[in-house]
């Protein structure tokens, strides 16, 4: 339910929309395209990291997302990029290894195994730095 406050608001104002309308030639091209980056965002669930045990994976850290679970605690998700498709996940471990991690900043993250606490199997990785980050440009 929407309020007052959180209205939504068309745009451009007025709700005019202009289309642009793609030639014939870019029709063509779009039939014959290949396919190139994932840009749907997947979870990357304890299950696939512990599949993939002493398997490093390189990727780019793109931040922390505050959730709440069902219960109204809050939570982080941790964004990542592996230059082929974008994940998320939330494993305690490894939110709380990525939590002073620069924005852009490329990581291998590896999955070591994991431990039970509770009844549960937590996860435990590894966590290390590379030489790269994409909002600081080439270097």
């Known amino acids: 339910m929407q309020t ?4 939504a608001e068309l745009h451009p104002k007025n709700g005019e929309i202009t289309f642009m309308m793609p030639s014939t ?3 063509g091209a779009l039939k014959k395209a290949e396919k190139g980056r994932q840009l749907t965002v ?11 045990v002493d398997k490093p ?23 990542l990029h592996d230059g082929e498709k974008a994940f ?8 709380q290894s990525l939590m002073s991690t620069e924005l852009g900043q490329g990581v291998e993250i590896t999955c070591t195994g994991s431990t ?3 009844g549960n199997e937590i996860p435990l990785f590894d966590v290390v730095e590379l030489n790269v980050n994409i909002t600081k440009g080439d270097e």
Not at 42 to 52: I, N, V
Not at 88 to 95: E, I, K, S, W
């Open 57 to 79: 994976v390189k990727c780019f850290f793109l931040g922390l997302k505050e959730a709440t679970d069902a219960k109204g605690e809050t939570y982080f998700i941790a964004k």
């Open 25 to 27: 030639n870019a029709l």
């Open 42 to 52: 997947s979870y990357k669930k304890k299950e696939e990291w512990l599949a993939e």
């Open 116 to 118: 039970k606490t509770n």
């Open 4 to 7: 007052e406050e959180n209205k």
């Open 88 to 95: 998320v996940c939330a494993q305690t471990v490894l939110v």
